[in-house]
């Protein structure tokens, strides 16, 4: 008889296997008595043992960064910044002068700092388990033992754990362990992120009753529904089967019933294009060409914004390259642009304003780059995108600069070539007209974050409005599928590029409001990638349609979490 | 003392990246370095423990006081690690 013990799903993914148990908290002995510690010696002792610990974390690192997003692997270089803490060495000194041995000191002086930051709560207490993991690495220096072959698992295991530190996660083998199950943690835990990050099926905050499954005992490990299910039964073992794990990085993804979603990759600096290129972007969703005129005392010229988006382009050969035209003011100001002494810049001479106005020859010289760089090898996938449009006025005003740059082009005997041609859905003007924008573009792209503050009139910056500026909100969901519905029946493709495009929770719901393309920070692809390949059509248009029906945040939330059907 | 106010921006507030490069650039400055939520005691900013646990939030104001050599010029680069977006916008 299938047994099943509830928890919280951490990747929307299902494994099989035979439970193991993983002890990980290294046995500290008993103390000695007083007298017969040396300080001088423990302390040696202890800095030895760091020393150790921070070659071990940094081998660890190096190992963890093939697998996982540089972000993620970043972990371990704050477990090194916590190792080297002058408060630490303090805190295990003191302790060490009053009689105890280093492995007891450094157990009692991390007690005090993970108990000081659970108190805290919040973001400092989700770092506790990086504390314990750090402590765990000491104690292992100083007493032995090891993780109990963590790494070099039977394949087929299901592990079972009082809780996995980072590294400890970071140890599995997605090859070999078929998922895993904690009695404590969260869903914002390293171990629920790495888990995502390694496509690991994996259930945390189970509780106490996990402990009641014995090591050896066949389990699921159900990520979707955050149920660990004990001896299951030939239908749950078969329902379980047909869940298979995706690759991450393979070419384009589509949902589980083919509809192809374009993911691609938000480009903010240089480096990004190569980083969104080994993360497996099929492109550029919004390469941000601000960072072009940003630290410098004049803009670019023809010249070297034409190499620029030439090497995004070459970047992704079969992918299309998204550039926005320069949107400054706002938050964005560029001194030598003269920015303009708008009262409230964000609601003052900001993006296209600017291009159609005081900057129209910075926009002339940019479009001739990008007309030029479209006439490329690879330029035929290039789009160019408007920035915070709020009238048809301002997109034929600027689709006529296109045609006398490449009028002016032709005349000139340069080879250019027209790309293809959009707005930033980032205003309610612009969710409000998309019907008749729809008619002079090729794409259009929701930018989540501006849409939502401007809607919401909820600056995102300000904590106190942070619950208004949320993409979930009704009046926001509603903006976006206003824009995306407008596309619906043309040609014309529908993007988002906010923040809410890289959070795969959101995935099935962006899904099925009709987005075709979703652009999200490099690190961030894999993962909605794999969300998107879990998404089941129906499934997701109904998610949409009951979101678009609720009438608070708190409705929305409950929808996108499952607790309402 | 010199002393800075000044409201967090980063996403990640005094945690992740942004808490990392704070303290990193407490610590390899000259100056004796203290932060804290303005109204709430000052820790060492050289310290991640320290300042980890301050649980310091996007949108929260903190009080960065330093003393010694090159105090201004920290302050200065403190300033501008609360005051800059984790990703550069």
């Known amino acids: 008889m299938p047994r099943r013990l509830s928890g919280v799903g951490a990747t929307r993914a299902t494994g099989t296997g035979t439970a193991v148990w993983y002890e990980s908290e290294p046995e500290l002995g008993d103390p000695l008595a007083a007298d017969a510690v040396d300080p001088d010696a423990e302390t040696e002792r202890f800095e030895s043992a760091r020393d150790a610990a921070r070659g071990a974390i940094r081998a660890e690192r190096e190992r963890a960064a093939e697998q996982l997003d540089d972000g993620e692997a970043a972990v371990f270089d704050a477990h090194v910044q916590f190792l080297q803490d002058p408060q630490l060495a303090e805190a295990v000194g003191a302790r060490i002068e009053s009689g105890l041995p280093a492995e007891h000191a450094v157990d009692r002086a991390f007690a005090e700092f993970v108990e000081r930051f659970e108190g805290t709560g919040g973001r400092t207490a989700e770092r506790a388990d990086d504390l314990r993991d750090v402590r765990d690495r000491l104690l292992r220096e100083l007493v032995g033992g090891d993780r109990g072959d963590l790494a070099d698992l039977p394949a087929g295991s299901v592990v079972l754990a009082e809780r996995l530190t980072p590294s400890d996660t970071a140890r599995l083998d997605p090859d070999r362990v078929a998922g895993f199950a904690t009695v404590t943690g969260g869903r914002t835990a390293h171990a629920a992120i790495f888990a995502r990050s390694l496509g690991l099926p994996a259930v945390v905050g189970v509780g106490e009753g996990l402990h009641d499954v014995a090591a050896g005992t066949e389990v699921v490990v159900d990520g979707t529904e955050g149920e660990v299910v004990v001896d299951p039964d030939a239908a749950t073992r078969e329902a379980a089967v047909g869940d298979e794990r995706v690759d991450i990085r393979t070419a384009p993804v589509t949902t589980a019933e083919g509809t192809p979603i374009e993911v691609a990759a938000n480009v903010g600096r240089r480096a990004d294009l190569a980083a969104a290129a080994d993360h497996g972007a099929d492109g550029v969703g919004l390469f941000r060409t601000e960072f072009l005129f940003l630290d410098r005392a004049s803009p670019p010229d023809e010249d070297e914004q034409y190499e620029a988006y030439r090497e995004a382009l070459a970047t992704f050969p079969d992918g299309r390259v998204v550039v926005r035209t320069l949107d400054v003011g706002g938050d964005k100001p560029v001194e030598y642009l003269d920015p303009a002494d708008d009262e409230n810049p964000f609601l003052g001479e900001r993006g296209i304003r600017r291009s159609l106005g005081p900057d129209a020859d910075v926009f002339e010289t940019q479009l001739r780059a990008l007309l030029r760089a479209a006439a490329t090898d690879a330029g035929g996938r290039l789009s160019v995108m408007l920035p915070l449009v709020t009238t048809v006025e301002e997109v034929v005003a600027a689709r006529e600069a296109m045609e006398s740059v490449a009028a002016a082009l032709d005349a000139a005997g340069e080879a250019y070539a027209i790309p293809e041609f959009g707005v930033m859905i980032e205003t309610p003007a612009a969710a409000l007209l998309a019907d008749p924008l729809v008619d002079h573009v090729d794409f259009v792209s929701v930018g989540t974050n501006d849409l939502a503050q401007y809607v919401m009139a909820a600056a995102r910056g300000n904590r106190r409005v942070a619950d208004l500026a949320d993409p979930r909100q009704p009046g926001v969901l509603r903006a976006i599928r206003r824009a995306v519905a407008a596309t619906e029946g043309t040609d014309v493709w529908a993007g988002v590029c906010g923040e809410m495009a890289g959070d795969p929770e959101m995935t099935p719901l962006l899904v099925g409001l009709g987005v075709d393309e979703l652009s999200v920070a490099p690190a961030a692809v894999p993962r909605v990638k794999r969300a998107v390949s879990e998404v089941r059509d129906d499934a997701a248009r109904d998610l949409a349609e009951r979101a678009l029906a609720a009438e608070t945040r708190e409705e929305v939330v409950a929808v996108l979490d499952g607790t309402v059907s | ?89």
Do not use: K
């Open chain 2, 1 to 89: 003392m010199p002393e800075r106010i000044a409201t967090v921006v980063p996403e990640d507030g005094l945690h992740a990246r942004p808490g990392a490069t704070f303290v990193e650039t407490a610590a390899e400055s000259d100056a004796d370095v203290q932060v804290g939520h303005t109204g709430g005691d000052l820790v060492n900013a050289a310290s991640i423990l320290a300042v980890t646990g301050l649980g310091v939030e996007h949108g929260d104001e903190v009080r960065v006081v330093a003393e010694g050599e090159g105090a201004e010029a920290t302050l200065d680069e403190l300033e501008r690690i609360l005051t800059t977006p984790e990703d550069g916008r």
